[in-house]
């Protein structure tokens, strides 16, 4: 299923303070920089329309959140719904996330990671191209903070298993840890809005879980 025409942005909305380049970040990028407050500070990986991000940050006005995607169009269709909400405590950062993890955001300062449903790269050729590679989730449990949460939701069966072979052999990350499908109580009660088409299409979602531990080892 291909995605859908964004509808229109209004053009007096200003962005500004919700939409970022990932280059103008500052370094190192933490809610104290990013917010001007020390609250704890949740990553979102290809934030698309914003479902998520919108939200996650007005149900929990005490955690900071920050989106990325790659994408141009779609961040600024994220940043224009927070700024439609005046959503204080979250931003959109138009970039590649692999890049805004290994250059941006220091040693344990993340509570949590949240990954729904990236790009699967179909073509054999292009599997390099997911962002669940090596080098990614080590920066991933790198950022986190001791109990930290990492949350990968796919639609793909294949790619769901690659992950969580490639968080075992790479990670000390402790899961995976099942999440249970919880029942929507609305028409926008989903995390993304590709879930929702999933769920609506009776598709299967594989969701997963895990935590870096306060002594960065896996009990066994």
């Not at 500070?41 to 995607?69: H, I, N, Y």
Request: proline share 5%; glycine share 6%; hydrophobic share 35%.
């Amino acid at each position: 299923m291909g995605r859908r025409a964004l509808r229109k942005i209004n053009p007096d909305l200003d962005l500004s303070t919700w939409l970022l380049e990932l280059d103008e970040l500052p370094q190192p990028t933490s809610s104290v920089t990013l917010f001007g407050q020390s609250t704890p500070l949740e990553v979102e990986v290809g934030s698309g329309k914003g479902l998520f991000l919108r939200t996650v940050s007005a149900q929990d006005r005490q955690r900071c959140f920050l989106g990325s995607e790659i994408a141009r169009k779609y961040a600024r269709f994220a940043a224009a719904s927070l700024a439609s909400g005046q959503c204080t405590n979250a931003k959109v950062v138009i970039g590649d996330a692999a890049r805004l993890f290994a250059e941006r955001l220091p040693d344990d300062s993340v509570a949590a990671v949240h990954i729904y449903f990236p790009d699967p790269w179909w073509k054999k050729r292009h599997r390099k191209r997911r962002i669940m590679r090596e080098s990614f989730v080590r920066d991933v449990e790198r950022v986190l903070e001791p109990g930290g949460s990492l949350h990968f939701w796919t639609d793909v069966a294949d790619y769901f298993q690659e992950s969580l072979e490639t968080l075992a052999t790479c990670t000390q990350l402790e899961g995976p840890r099942l999440v249970a499908e919880s029942p929507a109580l609305h028409n926008l009660d989903y995390r993304t809005h590709f879930e929702r088409r999933m769920r609506q299409h009776h598709e299967q979602v594989f969701r997963s879980e895990f935590r870096k531990l306060a002594n960065g080892l896996k009990s066994h």
